[in-house]
């Protein structure tokens, strides 16, 4: 089983910039594929942006491209959300997810979830 903590979350005005991280404990962190979803009020969950075991590759969707970077830290366990940039519209609850290397990063098919972090954007 795999535990993942998400911090970092916030309020913070348009333009501006936050940095998400995630911990994972419970498993091998180079073994895990490491992603980051964001759910809106009133919407689906949706897929941000993946990375994967060694970090080597990234996927990431087509709304926070070049504005969020992925990043992570396998001898501290830890992913991390470079968010600069940040728009009204990616006011959301933000989670981390994990699943094993052989599995396809850039899938939403991930088993393991955080309880997410919120983070607002103000206008």
């Known amino acids: 089983q795999v535990q993942l903590v998400e911090s970092g979350g916030g309020l913070v005005q348009a333009g501006g910039s936050l940095r998400l991280s995630c911990v994972a404990s419970?498993?091998?962190?180079?073994?895990?594929?490491m992603a980051w979803f964001r759910q809106a009020p009133g919407k689906e969950r949706e897929f941000v942006v993946a990375?994967?075991?060694?970090?080597?590759?990234?996927y990431y969707a087509d709304s926070v491209k070049g504005r969020f970077t992925i990043s992570r830290d396998n001898a501290k366990n830890t992913v991390y959300l470079q968010m600069n940039s940040l728009k009204p519209e990616d006011t959301a609850v933000y989670y981390c997810?994990?699943?094993?290397?052989?599995?396809?990063?850039?899938?939403?098919?991930?088993?393991?979830w955080g309880q997410g972090t919120q983070v607002t954007v103000s206008s």
């Open positions: 419970g498993r091998t962190f180079s073994s895990l594929n």
């Open positions: 990375i994967t075991r060694f970090g080597s590759s990234t």
């Open positions: 997810a994990a699943k094993p290397y052989y599995n396809n990063y850039r899938t939403n098919d991930y088993d393991y």
